[in-house]
């Protein structure tokens, strides 16, 4: 195997390890953001990951943040980045009792 093949697997290979250790992830279990509270840093990013058995969805719509997700089937993540600080109230549409609260600093 040539050395540039090799550089080329070792990378692939340390890839998702870094992306998952920059993101916190949130679980959608049982209708729940899990965990429901949270403070990152201005920067900071989060993994919702629909480890449900339903479709869910996300949305943000804040001073400083809005965002759609549109449908999240069973199995799917995104990744949310917070650029501002202030407090992000999370929802999902589908189910209006699923609430995370994002706090900035
Ligand atoms: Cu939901």
């Known amino acids: 195997m040539s050395r540039s093949v090799c550089l080329l ?51 943000v719509d804040a001073s400083g943040m809005s965002y759609d997700s549109g449908e999240m089937p069973v199995g799917t993540s995104l990744t949310l980045e917070f650029d501002h600080e202030g407090v992000f109230p999370v929802r999902c549409a589908i189910h209006p009792t699923m609430h995370l609260d994002v706090t900035v600093h």
């Open 9 to 59: 697997l070792a990378l692939l290979a340390i890839a998702p390890s870094v992306l998952a250790a920059d993101a916190i992830v949130v679980s959608q279990h049982n209708r729940k953001f899990w965990p429901a509270t949270m403070d990152l840093p201005k920067g900071g990013v989060i993994r919702i990951v629909n480890d449900d058995r339903v479709t869910h969805h996300v949305y």
